[in-house]
């Protein structure tokens, strides 16, 4: 592929559903004239308590089914993933790709004052310990606490955002990291920002809040710019959105049209297992 | 298969995960001579939230799986795939085959006297109308209320049987089928029977609840029975149980353990993807 070509050439977003949307939409803000082929993997979500063989398996087969499409970069826009696969896509594929941790990390530990920082996340992603391992890489002083929410997943996707029980599960899960000396959290789930509100009024104004789609996007856009590869507009198509799914695109689309800024047309639904 | 070599064959039994269990143990009661293969779609779980053409798909590879140990007949343990998938496979497969619903909806016709029936299970099963359709073709007359609780399974299997939060969400979803003149309920997913008690103090004594499990062992024996191919013993094998699962083995194993009368030793993984 020429420069020019490779400048609008899409960059490809993946998850196991509809969470890494919120890092589309920030990537979609922070990069406006980038092109974006999402793929969600509504046919086999939640990935969150699945092994790591099959989530490497699942990155595995979207990152081919993602090649096809001519992308020039790849984002790992699931927490789950980014932990379990990352490194052996990276081994794997001769692509760029990127993932949620590393940012998420960086930021957090830009943020703590009292170098105490708290991850919530999915029973895979806490159990494998990847926030802590890159913290430490990046600050070994830094005492990292991860508590695993699994309930959150299914009450954002359940539409009991606002219903008391959603409260409740908060405190049950973060009740004993509101008792520590944390100053920072990193909601280490893509759904997890579509509970920030309640859950910012529960741990208090002293804890920061931190969601790792806007490093992302900004380690993005920094990877684009140092491989020149960046959409400057004057190679040609801008903007161009496409959206992927293996199961229920309806549903999907109906979704997505809640949580992104600009109209969702038409979602296609892909055999991944093909891949 | 000569006649006595198919008396000793096993019996497959299939559920997207853990729940197909509470039918196994159901079977394994009525049916205690019987060589038994489990499987759970542990990869993929759950199915209550995806569309037909992917459970008719998902449902269809586990078939060919089973398939590969001659199982001489299938039980679908699970009430998305019975709804969704079962006259599609019985269309396409010579083994016999039969689901959770049909089973079930006879129980509840049996047992009202108000010719009012509530049924609850998961959107998918919901959606599909399947248990108002059954119950119509054996008794046109009664009123059926069927109302998706997707909550249920994940409360479940996060551990919140026993939460006041997975009270408030009993309460959530059954407040309006409790004002109404039901007598019977059909618990439509097989992880809601792990709920009875609690569902139970919230409806009241004069409503039954109905589990389809027990109805299910019982089709089955009379089915085994007709084609003169249920186990006596006589004729080799008996009790030989194994399980697989497409995920997590060690996981499932260790739920099996809290659900079934006896020890789960191991648990295999299959890569159902291939089938």
Redesign the interface.
Known sequence: MKVTEKKSAPIGVFDSGVGGLTVMREISRQLPCENIIYFGD????PYG???Q??VIRFSEQIIRFLQTKQVKAIVIACNTASALALESVQERFAVPIIGVVIPGARAAVEVTQNRKVGVVGTDATVQSGMYTKVIHKMAPDIVVLEKAC??FV??V??G?KE???TE??IE?YLDSLRNTEIDAMILGCTHYPLLRSKIRAFMGDKIQIVNPAYETAMDLKKLLKQQGIENDGAAGECKRYEFYV???AEKFRKFANTVMPFDVPTTNVVNI?EY
């Open positions: 509504t046919a086999r979500v308590s699945k092994s063989n099959n699994p309930l299914p009450l996707e359940e009991f219903h008391v029980v409740e599960v049950y293996s199961d229920a297992e």
